[in-house]
């Protein structure tokens, strides 16, 4: 969500959350699967071709539960070229082939917790058994638009796993039970997302 003001300052506001772990489980208390992340930024728009904002993250990018400084940049170096980044998570840089197709190149860290349903295994002496995973993400994207607000996402690369560890309660640096260490991998991601359509901004701005 992007809050302008009349003057070169905006508001950000980035969230989501997830349902982890091995559901449907009799017992497991649902609020446990409940992952979220939240991420506040206030910027400035010097001009068409370049904008900042500075925040703060709560999230799991890092393997676990944590607060973290965010600096956004973005800058068009021209019609075709530009970065687009959220430090110290991501940093991609941009080609514009035309207004239908783009391509991106960069990295990205991901991570994430999952509640684990130890029961029946020989981890059911344990009473809330997690995993938290991080890696690092080096990876080429295309997008195209298929449809005014239909557009596909094809995208390559390698990860670096950082952290993959089973630990007995939520906090991912407490209790270790399990601390394992991933080797290099490839990855491939085709997807299908929406984006609103362009008769909406025309809608918005009154042209």
């Known amino acids: 969500m992007i809050k302008p003001t009349k003057s070169n300052k905006y508001f950000i506001l980035r969230a ?4 982890n772990g091995d559901y449907p489980s009799d017992k497991i208390n649902a609020g446990e699967f409940l992952k979220f992340s939240i991420t506040p930024l206030i910027g400035w728009k010097k001009n068409d071709n370049l ?14 539960p944590l607060i973290y400084p965010i600096f956004s940049y973005n800058k068009n170096f021209n019609w075709n070229w530009g970065i687009e980044s959220l ?38 002496a344990y009473d809330k ?3 938290f995973h991080s890696e690092l993400r080096f990876t ?11 557009w596909l996402g094809i995208e390559g690369g390698a990860r670096h796993s950082l952290t993959f560890n089973v630990t007995n ?17 490839t990855l491939l991601n085709a997807s299908i ?7 909406f901004f025309k809608k918005s701005t009154g042209h």
């Open 87 to 124: 430090l110290p998570v991501s940093l991609k840089l941009r080609y514009t082939k035309n207004e239908k197709n783009y391509f991106y190149a960069g990295f990205e860290l991901q991570g994430n917790s999952y509640r684990l349903d130890n029961s029946d295994t020989v981890f059911s």
């Open 51 to 64: 904008s900042y904002a500075i925040g703060f993250s709560y999230g799991y990018a890092f393997g676990r």
């Open 169 to 185: 309660g939520p906090k991912a640096n407490a209790d270790i039970i399990l601390k394992n260490k991933l080797s290099e991998a």
């Open 140 to 150: 080429i994207t295309y997008e195209r638009e298929l449809h005014d607000w239909l």
């Open 193 to 199: 997302f929406i984006v609103p359509p362009k008769g």
């Open 129 to 131: 058994l997690h995993l």
């Open 16 to 19: 989501g959350f997830d349902f």
